[in-house]
């Protein structure tokens, strides 16, 4: 067998030499492993340079299926080749693209004729690593039995768990197979106690069948399997991006260059993927299954209709975590009604996350992980409703997250958080994001307290129904596993425990409100944290009103700092909160009312209008009830030197709407006839020309105060 690559290097096996030419600038080296088959057991410098050679090339851009396939006939040659040299070739094996399927065949053979377990091991643990990019998975499904015969050597068995959950389908799951589990994991807690991998295997089978697996098995564990050959792991993925990059490189540049040549139009979709961490579509049989009952991929799929008429002969994936990167597959996880397909995804979801928290560091972000919560976010937005295993992650990273990482898709999947006691939320999630909150720019607080607006949202629209529903069922003995994705029996009895909803809201709110207030005053009332908040004491006046509870009032820094601020935006989105709050009152009773609450928004709305329309600003009027801005005496005022102060702030004089005044006069009126702003107050139409010309610039909030609360305007 001969295998060249004219830009890299060539390799060919035959009886009894295994042999590697490596170009290099004056000339070629050419260097022999020996074979299995010669009996030369005792590395040399011929062996080195030539695993040298093999390294270097495999280490920087990979080798391809050819190449693999090749070494692959190396390492399975029956004889006594040297393990060491053996050892270094299984760790050369760095996919450029794919796996052949022949190699991993070729790899399983040779098991019980290889000289060590630990060799065994190594090359278990490879093909674990390499599963997803193997290039057709049916014929490893094939040799499932045998694979399962390794699961009696305690030294390959947590790899062999591995490897069989991968390849487990529900004609894998059988009586015998199960007793056998439950048989050697029995042996092996009388010496060295619970197994997790034993445990995840079961698990897998349980979601096929579970009336085969009756014992209860716990789902708290975060990781099922540890992390492996984590510099081989990390070789693979830095070539598979490499090989990604290397491709939307290439295509750009064709498309570029045949658009530049007008040979053609530019394609809108490109048929070739590259290469994630995420598994592609692979089917978990062929395309007909018992007696010619015909099946469908999800692969041939191409619309919605397509899925609607092929329902009931869809097959789904080998792995659901394909899910992640298909829209017609969201929309079969959102309705399938078998539960085994949520439970697949979230063991790969727990394995591929736990990895990915014990491979990051702060300040370097991953291209995989990345793409990962992308796809996360993308899939809790369509599905309306948390991942428990992306919350548990979120919680550990949050830990030791430097507030830059990922920072869009954590806040993405931070706004989709289950309901739950307040306590928890604070210690889990709140408390490490204000860590950052404190010390972090005005961008960052920005984006806090968006995240946490949605996060509201989220709460009161889609999370405290479906506790109600899901309380509701419990309450009643009636099934409730369909009311939530991602639940099973033992989380419903948990989600329904002894805490109020309401409650949690109440006290989130408050939480967030004190983060406004602090903020406003480290950033000098900056339009950003302005709006921030703003946003989120909108989200707070949509909120349900049926329990007779108003949860809060806008801050007083949010909002006599729009009044007194340069921003119009800002001032007329405070005036309009002011009137959802009116109308929320409104809708409440009056023994329902909070006293004190109705009695600062009375003081804050007689503020309102005493400075933007009654030019009272500053007075000593006699009102109802006392101001809560303007306490200043005469003497200050005096002070100040202000020429009209009590009319600085009314809605023709104020710094923020100036502007629109002058615009008003020079849409309106002849060039050679300057007006001052007063003139809008001696001339009733002006007034009402005024107010229209205000909603036409979409300051509608402020419209709507002064119609709302200044029932006569001339």
């Given amino acids: 067998v001969i295998l060249h690559d004219p830009l890299h290097f060539c390799v060919y096996y035959d009886r009894d030499h295994f042999h590697c030419s490596y170009p290099i600038q004056y000339g070629i080296i050419n260097s022999s492993l020996p074979s299995p088959d010669s009996g030369e057991r005792k590395p040399n410098v011929r062996v080195d340079n030539a695993i040298a050679v093999v390294e270097r090339v495999a280490k920087r851009q990979g080798l391809t299926p050819q190449q693999i396939d090749t070494l692959m006939d190396y390492v399975a040659g029956e004889g006594k080749g040297s393990v060491s040299c053996r050892n270094r070739v299984i760790r050369c094996l760095i996919p450029r693209s794919t796996v052949p399927h022949s190699a991993v065949l070729k790899a399983l053979g040779c098991m019980t004729s290889l000289p060590s377990s630990p060799l065994q091991q190594l090359l278990f643990r490879w093909i674990v690593l390499t599963f997803d990019l193997v290039d057709d998975r049916g014929p490893l499904h094939a040799v499932y039995t045998a694979v399962f015969y390794f699961l009696q050597m305690d030294d390959l068995r947590p790899t062999v768990c591995q490897l069989l959950c991968y390849l487990t389908r529900r004609e894998d799951v059988t009586e015998f197979r199960v007793q056998k589990i439950m ?24 979601t096929y069948c579970p009336h085969l697996v009756t014992i209860p098995l716990s789902t708290k564990r975060k990781v099922w399997f540890r992390p492996f050959e984590k510099s081989l792991a990390a070789n693979i993925k830095r070539i598979q991006e490499l090989n990604r990059r290397e491709l939307l490189t290439s295509t750009a540049a064709a498309d570029k260059f045949e658009r530049h040549m007008k040979l053609a139009p530019p394609p809108t979709k490109r048929a070739r993927k590259p290469v994630t961490s995420i598994p592609a579509l692979h089917p978990a049989v062929g395309s007909s299954g018992k007696e010619g009952n015909v099946k469908i991929s999800a692969g041939q799929l191409t619309s919605v209709s397509e899925l609607c008429s092929n329902i009931a002969k869809l097959e789904l994936p080998s792995q659901m975590a394909a899910v992640l990167e298909s829209d017609l597959l969201r929309h079969v996880l959102s309705i399938w009604p078998d539960p085994s397909a949520t439970l697949r995804l979230t063991y790969w979801l727990q394995h591929s996350l736990g990895y990915e928290l014990d491979e990051y560091s702060p300040g370097s972000e991953n291209a995989h992980l990345k793409r990962l919560l992308q796809c996360l976010a993308q899939l809790t937005e369509f599905i309306l409703e948390p991942v428990p295993t992306v919350e548990s992650f979120l919680e550990i990273l ?46 960052f607080k920005f984006a806090v307290l968006t995240c946490l607006a949605e996060m509201l949202r989220n709460f009161a629209v889609h999370e405290w129904p479906r506790h109600q529903r899901r309380r509701e069922a419990w309450n009643e003995g009636t099934a409730s596993h369909r009311l939530s994705l991602f639940s099973t029996a033992g989380d419903t009895e948990d989600a329904c425990e002894d805490f109020e909803p309401l409650d949690t809201l109440r006290l989130f709110v408050r939480y967030v409100d004190h983060l406004i207030a602090v903020s406003l005053e480290e950033e000098r009332n900056h339009v950003l944290i302005q709006h921030a908040a703003t946003r989120f004491y909108e989200v707070v006046r949509e909120l349900p009103t049926t329990h007779g509870i108003l949860l809060s009032l806008p801050h007083d820094s949010l909002v006599f700092g729009s009044l007194l601020g340069p921003d119009a935006v800002a001032l007329s989105r405070t005036c309009s909160l002011l009137v959802s709050c009116k109308e929320n009152f409104s809708k409440l009773k009056r023994s329902q009312r909070d006293f004190q609450m109705t009695h600062t ?37 005096t002070i100040c ?45 002006f007034k009402q020309a005024y107010m229209d010309f205000l909603r036409e610039n979409h300051l509608n909030g402020l419209v709507r105060f002064i119609e709302t609360f200044v029932p006569s305007r001339t």
């Fill in 641 to 685: 030197d202000v020429d009209s102060p009590h009319s600085r702030l009314s809605i023709i004089q104020h710094p923020a709407l100036v502007g629109f005044v002058r615009r008003f006069f020079k849409e309106t009126q002849e060039d050679s006839r300057r007006l001052h702003p007063t003139a809008i107050w001696k001339e009733p139409r």
């Fill in 183 to 206: 048989e050697l994991q029995k042996r092996v807690l009388a010496f060295k106690g619970t197994e997790p991998p034993f445990t995840a295997l079961l698990a897998v089978y349980k």
């Fill in 398 to 443: 949050l830990e030791v997250w430097d507030g830059e990482d990922y920072q869009t898709e954590i806040f993405q999947l931070l706004s989709h958080l289950s309901l739950q006691p307040f306590e928890d939320l604070e210690e889990r999630y709140l408390q490490p994001l204000k860590q950052h909150f404190v010390s972090k720019d005005k961008k």
């Fill in 601 to 637: 928004f009375n003081s804050t709305v007689l503020d309102f209008c005493d400075s933007l329309w009654r030019n009272l600003a500053f007075s000593d009027s006699d009102r109802p009830y006392p101001t809560i801005l303007f306490k200043l005496s005469k003497e200050h005022l």
